[in-house]
């Protein structure tokens, strides 16, 4: 499987921003996704999770209330919905997959995740 993600760019603190993660090669419908994000210096730290059935997500506390991450399994791709951006959120965000996961089940460690997309960087001037 690979994965594609777009929609980064270079906004203000407070816009919104909506990245998407296209996945060719395979199909998704069976696997976690999730959002990580990696900002220079640091390391690569999760961001949001949501399982296969797209019922069930989860949220790094410091995007929680901001970000919304979902998924379309028929178009084959996940989203990352971002508002009130904030200066610190500046990062290359990466999607990732899971394969053959179990329909309740989302992860948040990168460790956990198999497939990456090669990134898409947002930056939020102040």
């Known amino acids: 499987v690979q994965l594609q993600a777009s929609g980064g760019g270079l906004v203000q603190a407070g816009d919104s921003l909506t990245l998407s993660c296209a996945a060719s090669?395979?199909?998704?419908?069976?696997?976690?996704m999730g959002w990580f994000r990696q900002a220079p210096g640091k390391e690569r730290e999760f961001v949001a999770t949501i399982n296969r059935g797209g019922r069930i997500t989860e949220y790094a506390d410091s995007v929680k209330g901001r970000f919304t991450i979902s998924r379309d399994n028929s178009k084959n791709t996940v989203y990352l919905q971002m508002n009130t951006l904030r200066p610190e959120d500046t990062a290359v965000y990466y999607c990732?997959?899971?394969?053959?996961?179990?329909?309740?089940?989302?992860?948040?460690?990168?460790?956990?995740?198999?497939?990456w997309g090669q990134g898409t960087q947002v930056t939020v001037s102040s």
């Open positions: 990732a997959a899971r394969p053959n996961a179990i329909l309740s089940d989302t992860r948040t460690s990168v460790d956990d995740y198999v497939y």
């Open positions: 090669g395979g199909t998704i419908s069976r696997a976690i």
